[in-house]
């Protein structure tokens, strides 16, 4: 998010092999002063254009992952979203290249592999982001929301929740061990019919302590669903976690 991105870029073109990269985006590193086999030593001018170049850049990316377009909404009826509905790629049935779909992955992920998209029963894994609740609201980490996980959640492996800091985009720091619950818990509780019930909150409610993440007050949080090894009623759609919805 600032002029050191560009650093980053000038080490990946000057220790890569020259014909991995798109020729016009190396075209492009050119005109900035990014060549390999070239030192990089921007002015004190260019650097302050960096600057602001990557805040305009860090704002697009995050307008896209916490408003991302309709397209990269899973279900129709809820606010869960993926970056990855056309595939590791990012490609449509044309090969065009979603600019938002890959900025929003990648700004929040640092790698990819096609096991992410393998949609095969049983094997790989997929993704449920979630930025806002089910009123269309950004999270607040001072609130209380809950997502309620249907009875027999379709993964072959295990699932699990992640909440991450907004800011930094790593896993949010809080005073619990992990930043998560998941499906391997021994004492996950379960509700009458058979659903699970996730409490997202800066202090545990009673009695679903194993069923809590901890959020913080005054910071912006989002969280990410993973299921590992997704079956059939993940795919056909069938079975769908709630909102995160405040209580």
Do not use: C
Request: proline share 6%; glycine share 8%; aromatic share 14%.
């Amino acid at each position: 998010m600032n002029h050191k991105f560009y650093d980053e870029v000038n080490a990946l073109i000057q220790y890569e092999p020259s014909y991995i990269w798109d020729k016009e985006w190396i075209a492009m590193a050119k005109d900035l002063g990014i060549e390999k086999g070239k030192p990089f030593s921007p002015d004190p001018r260019m650097k302050n254009i960096f600057d602001e170049a990557s805040k305009i850049a860090s704002v697009e990316a995050r307008a896209t992952y916490f408003y991302p377009e309709e397209s990269m909404k899973v279900y129709d009826d809820r606010y869960w979203f993926t970056s990855l509905i056309s595939g590791h790629e990012f490609k449509d049935d044309n090969g065009v290249v979603s600019i938002d779909g890959r900025t929003s992955f990648h700004f929040m992920a640092t790698g990819i592999t096609p096991d992410m998209v393998a949609n095969k029963i049983g094997q790989g894994s997929a993704y449920l982001l979630g930025t806002r609740d089910n009123k269309e609201q950004l999270l607040d980490g001072g609130e209380h929301y809950t997502v309620t996980l249907p009875k027999d959640i379709p993964v072959a492996s295990f699932w699990s929740f992640m909440v991450y800091d907004n800011q930094t985009r790593s896993m949010l720091e809080t005073d619990q061990k992990s930043a998560g619950v998941d499906g391997l818990g021994e004492n996950i509780r379960k509700n009458e019919d058979g659903s699970i019930t996730i409490h997202f909150s800066p202090t545990p409610p009673k009695g679903w302590e194993n069923n809590w993440v901890q959020t913080m007050p005054n910071k912006g949080f989002n969280v990410i669903f993973r299921a590992y090894g997704p079956t059939e009623a993940w795919f056909d759609k069938s079975w769908r976690p709630s909102d995160l919805q405040k209580k």
